[in-house]
């Protein structure tokens, strides 16, 4: 993984924590993995029989990493189900996919603010399906997500400096800020 400013891999014991709650939800799943870093969340995923998983990630450096890491995990290019995409996350949620994603890994750079902002960019477009998942990586010392009406701390510890938190989407109760 190359060395660049922001990016640090979950913790494995953190993996492990979110993979455990999420272990009945994530086979079949389409997954969307921002500030994809070194992609273990999203290539864990996939391990674990999600039907597809889109890593967004906008440092070139990184994304040929998470090629390199593709075809080491014996995924090929262009496989089905399998997307690397160099962008920021924000730009790549300007234009809502066409089927939208059960799971949304976000595991921004700390201290930038944007944990509320791409929050309220997936509410305000088509990207949740009914009931999706948005998986939460910030520094534990964060104490407001500032999640949108209808998203709902389902699960949450810390690890250190990180506080991980598991957030369901009530689709019916989804957009205006709190």
Do not use: K
């Amino acid at each position: 993984m190359p060395a660049v400013a922001g990016v640090r891999p979950s913790p494995d014991r953190v993996r492990v924590t979110l993979f455990n709650w999420l272990q009945a939800v994530v086979p079949g799943a389409r997954c969307l993995d921002l500030f994809a870093g070194s992609g273990a969340l999203g290539f864990e995923a996939w391990s674990r029989d999600a039907q597809a998983v889109v890593a967004v990630e906008s440092d070139a450096r990184v994304v040929a990493h998470l090629h390199a890491q593709a075809r080491q995990l014996g995924i090929p290019e262009g496989v089905p189900g399998v997307q690397i995409v160099a962008a920021p996350a924000e730009d790549y949620l300007r234009h809502p996919p066409a089927t939208p994603f059960d799971i949304v890994f976000l595991d921004p750079p700390f201290h930038h603010g944007w944990v509320a902002q791409i929050c309220a960019q997936l509410a305000e477009g088509a990207w949740l399906a009914p009931r999706a998942y948005v998986y939460i990586e910030a520094e534990a010392a964060l104490s407001n997500l500032g999640l949108p009406t209808g998203w709902n701390v389902t699960r949450r510890r810390n690890a250190g400096q990180v506080g991980y938190h598991l957030v369901l989407v009530d689709a019916r109760n989804e957009g205006s800020e709190t």
